[in-house]
């Protein structure tokens, strides 16, 4: 089984529309974060989140909101979507507790949200 | 803030070595990261340096210099499977583990 894992996997949707992104990992980290990435501009932080009850914007935090519902969950939502919001959309998480490699950031599998 | 900057795109032959750059500014420099990133799928850990020098791992090798800002990934004996983006990533102090992803290099590998 991943250990990271995304809902759902591709979405389209409608202009104005809620929606929400899960993510599920059962790897034990701590640390849990959100990307979108568009072609030609990278992986950009949307949220981070330390433990449940710390959340921090990323750059590019508009427009989004998360929820971290346990250590192992951590939900993307988009409140009214809007076309520029198409993107391929990452959870990934880290373990601050090991130094070496807390930096070190696993994936999900990635949501290709499309919104029309 | 965070700059990072990797050529966009690279072709190499099969079986041949192919270096893959990257230059970065960065405040609260905490280590360089490469993935690599095969079309629509998720990013893959694929080396760490925070000391200057090189590290090995198999077919890929991964440099740092810190003083000037810039990294290198080395991939040897190509194959067609490393055909995929490969992204440099910088950490950042300053809170929550953050890296900081440059666009991505695109490597095409051909026979």
């Known amino acids: 089984d991943a250990d990271v894992t995304q809902t759902p996997r591709n979405r389209i949707t409608k202009t104005g529309k809620r929606i929400m992104l899960e993510c599920s990992q059962t790897k034990g980290h701590d640390r849990m974060y959100w990307y979108r990435q568009d072609p030609g501009l990278g992986l950009r932080l949307i949220y981070y989140s330390f433990d449940v009850k710390d959340i921090n914007k990323g750059e590019i935090s508009d427009g989004y909101s998360v929820s971290r519902q346990a250590q192992a969950k951590f939900s993307l939502s988009l409140e009214s979507a809007i076309p520029n919001q198409t993107a391929l959309y990452f959870c990934a998480t880290s373990d601050s507790r090991v130094a070496r490699t807390s930096y070190e950031q696993y994936f999900g599998p990635g949501t290709r949200l499309t919104v029309t | 803030g965070q700059n990072i900057d990797q050529p966009t795109e690279m072709t190499a032959t099969e079986g041949a070595i192919v270096q893959i750059n990257c230059t970065y500014q960065t405040s609260g420099f905490n280590g360089l990261f490469w993935y690599q990133q095969h079309a629509g799928e998720a990013p893959t850990f694929l080396s760490y340096?925070?000391?200057?020098g090189l590290e090995e791992k198999g077919r890929f090798s991964s440099f740092l210099s810190r003083s000037k800002g810039y990294s290198y990934l080395l991939l040897k004996e190509l194959q067609m499977k490393d055909s995929a983006s490969y992204l440099c990533?910088?950490?950042?102090?300053?809170?929550?583990?953050?890296?900081?992803f440059g666009t991505g290099t695109q490597l095409k590998v051909e026979l």
């Open positions: 340096n925070v000391l200057d």
């Open positions: 990533a910088v950490g950042v102090t300053g809170g929550g583990n953050k890296l900081t």
